[in-house]
């Protein structure tokens, strides 16, 4: 049984960075296979952020491509995406999630792609 849990969320001024954290326990790492970042605001679908798969290679949506960059450290089966030059707009609760199965690069964004589902962090950014 996979269970994931994000951490590292909070308020942060605009133009500040957060480093988040998502544990994966029960996770054995699979070629081909993700973990998925993901991130929902009040009154929205919940949106792909980024995925990393588990020999490395890392995809970003445009809206954080080159703020926010993913990191994972195997040993500990922790996921880091760090969060640089926030925006108002990256408020919302952070997702973290694994991969049903391996992925194609265009498949990568979609939600209902993944499964073992965080409860989730805020990030609030204010002006």
């Known amino acids: 049984q996979v269970h994931l849990v994000e951490s590292g969320g909070g308020s942060v001024q605009a133009g500040g960075s957060l480093r988040l954290s998502c544990e994966a326990s029960?996770?054995?790492?699979?070629?081909?296979?993700?973990m998925g970042w993901f991130r929902q605001a009040p009154g929205k679908e919940r949106e792909w952020v980024a995925s990393?798969?588990?020999?490395?290679?890392?995809f970003y949506n445009d809206s954080v491509k080159g703020r926010f960059t993913i990191s994972q450290d195997k040993v500990k089966k922790t996921l880091y995406p760090q969060m640089e030059s926030l925006m108002t707009e990256d408020t919302a609760v952070y997702y973290c999630?694994?991969?049903?199965?391996?992925?194609?690069?265009?498949?990568?964004?979609?939600?209902?792609?993944?499964?073992?589902w965080g409860q989730g962090t805020q990030v609030t950014v204010s002006s």
């Open positions: 999630a694994t991969s049903r199965w391996e992925l194609t690069t265009t498949e990568i964004l979609r939600v209902d792609l993944y499964k073992n």
């Open positions: 029960g996770y054995e790492y699979s070629s081909g296979y993700w």
């Open positions: 990393i798969r588990s020999n490395g290679p890392t």
